[in-house]
């Protein structure tokens, strides 16, 4: 079983940046990546990126491609979703999920542990 606890949500104007948290803790060794995805208001959940616990790379969703960076800190099992030009659509709740079995897994049933996701606003 792996917890993930989300940090870092709020409110920022379009074009600002935030960067979000992801704290992971039991039985980390066993999920292959961890991935974040984004739901909108009465849209379903969808992909945005994921990074392999092992080696570091990533992968992310087009829409987001140059302006998202995944990165993590393996000292505090925690990665990280820095977000850079904020558009209003990113306006969502961010969950962070651990799971996946291959390279380039973007399905929410890949992933089998989530966090309780966080709060991003952004203002026009």
């Known amino acids: 079983q792996v917890q993930l606890v989300e940090s870092g949500g709020g409110l920022v104007q379009a074009g600002g940046s935030l960067r979000l948290s992801c704290a992971a803790s039991?039985?980390?060794?066993?999920?292959?990546?961890l991935g974040w995805f984004r739901q909108a208001p009465g849209k379903e959940r969808e992909f945005v990126g994921a990074?392999?616990?092992?080696?570091?790379?990533?992968y992310y969703a087009d829409s987001v491609k140059g302006r998202f960076t995944i990165s993590r800190d393996n000292a505090k099992n925690t990665v990280y979703l820095q977000m850079n030009s904020l558009k209003p659509e990113g306006t969502a709740v961010y969950y962070c999920?651990?799971?996946?079995?291959?390279?380039?897994?973007?399905?929410?049933?890949?992933?089998?542990?989530w966090g309780q996701g966080s709060q991003v606003t952004v203002s026009s």
């Open positions: 999920a651990a799971g996946g079995s291959a390279w380039g897994a973007r399905r929410t049933s890949d992933f089998g542990s």
């Open positions: 039991g039985r980390t060794y066993t999920r292959y990546a």
């Open positions: 990074i392999i616990w092992s080696g570091g790379s990533t």
